[in-house]
Every structure is written in C-alpha cells, then in structure tokens.
C-alpha cells in the first residue's frame, strides 16, 4: 500500500493508526489503489469537516449574539434553494422581531453571552432581506408544535402566527406544516437546514455541527422529502395557523 501511494509505510502505519491525517492527495492516491475513487468525495469532505463541523455556540458568543447571527451571512447569500425543518419554533428567517427578541434573550442568558439584544435582533432582521433577493427558495417544513409552542408573550405569539399567515403566501417560499396526528414515513429527533446540496446545519442547544459530507447531505435531503409528504400546504396550512392564532385567543390567560 505504502509504495502504491508513494508513501513511506511509517507514514501509512500514523495514518492507519489515528496519529496523523491524510492528505488530500493522500486520499485521492489511496482510493485510486483500493480502486474506491467513488468514494474520493466523501472521504476528502469527512477529512476537511472533522475539526470543523462541531462548533460550540458558548465560544462563538463571547463576542456577543450579533457576531453569531452575522456569521452566517456568506453561506446564506451564497445559497439559492434552502430546505428547513423544525419541530418546535418559527425558523430565524422569518421570525418577527419581538419573536427573535424572546428567542435571543433565552440564549443570551443560557449560554452567558453578553447582552447585546438589541443589535442581534436588527442583525436577524437584516438577515431576512435575502428573502427577497436574488432567486433563491425557500422550503420549509414545520411541525405543528412550532405554531403553537408559546414563544415570549401572547401577543408575540400572536404577532407571529401572523406573520407566518403572510409568509405561506410568498412565492418564492413552500411553506408545509405536520399536523399533529398526520401519518408519517419518518421522525426527526432534531431540527436541521439543507444549504443547497452544500451543507447541513443541525442546532443543538449548546452547539452547531456542520455536516458537508455529500453521502451524509443526501441522507438529509432524504429525510426532507419524507417530510415533506406527511405535510400539508396552502389552504390546509393557512387553516392550521388560523386554528392555532384562535386557540390563542381564546386561552384563559389571554
């Protein structure tokens, strides 16, 4: 094997032994003498991720939550089709603002970052401008639970199952909800965000990992698409959203 990929074998013997990290061409070389090259991608995009994908959000907040929501903008912009799925909150893109605000302050105090609310709020809503730029879409997937899991106060919730009236509506956008009792193909234990065929997010409450594994973004893109059929859209969705705004309104505590 060593001479196959022109490397001294003690070289091969780190590898093969956790000590040191192939190269690239390393990769490229070994997979050409295994006669696996259709495995070269995916083995150079675990190589590449494996420090990476795990990102602790206490570390990336010392600075503040603004610098956190601000660090997403290049791969933002440079996607044009992004998948969503949540299960129990409005994604970040189309949150209001007094919606974001009671989201950023759980996580400012959870993760004793400091207090710049306000600023990481206006930086969410700039975010959303991407909404309406370029030719990008947007598919999103929520359960049920996240039209009704009461964020902030009532006439936050309220303000943003409105909201969310508005943004089914979006032409650009292929706004599905889950009903509760819908049958289903699949279950998701987390939320996730397919970046083009690029990347996946997936958020933990203290970290983010980064998954660009292109086996691992087509198992993703899998699971989205079972989702996706347990959804309802247009009418049906509206009407859920109506259904859960009225529920709202009719709580004993409102």
């Not at 192939?22 to 997979?31: D, G, L, M, R």
């Not at 909404?131 to 999103?140: D, E, H, L, Q, T």
Request: with cysteine.
């Amino acid at each position: 094997m060593a001479v196959g990929i022109g490397c001294h074998y003690t070289k091969v013997s780190r590898i093969e032994n956790g000590s040191q990290a192939p190269s690239e061409e390393n990769i490229k070389a070994w997979c050409r003498v295994c006669r696996a090259e259709d495995q070269t991608p995916d083995l150079i995009a675990s190589a590449r991720s494996i420090e990476s994908m795990y990102v602790e959000l206490r570390r990336q907040t010392r600075a503040g939550m603004k610098r956190l929501v601000l660090s997403t903008m290049p791969i933002y912009e440079r996607t044009m089709l992004f998948r969503i799925y949540e299960l129990n909150i409005i994604p970040g893109l189309f949150q209001t603002a007094e919606y974001s605000a009671a989201m950023l302050s759980y996580f400012i105090d959870f993760l004793d970052a400091p207090n710049d609310l306000d600023a990481a709020v206006e930086a969410r809503m700039e975010r959303q401008r991407i909404i309406y730029s370029g030719n990008r879409r947007f598919a999103i997937v929520l359960e049920e639970q996240a039209i009704r899991e009461r964020v902030g106060n009532l006439d936050t919730m309220a303000g943003q199952l409105d909201r969310l009236l508005g943004v089914i509506s979006l032409p650009r956008v292929n706004l599905g909800i889950i009903p509760a009792a819908a049958p289903r193909r699949v279950f998701a234990s987390v939320g996730f965000w397919i970046f083009d065929d690029a990347m996946v997010n997936v958020e933990t409450p203290t970290a983010s990992l980064e998954v660009t594994q292109p086996r691992e973004v087509r198992l993703y893109a899998k699971m989205f698409e079972q989702l996706q059929q347990s959804a309802v859209y247009g009418a049906e969705a509206r009407a859920l959203v109506t259904r859960a705004m009225a529920d709202l309104a009719n709580s004993d505590q409102y």
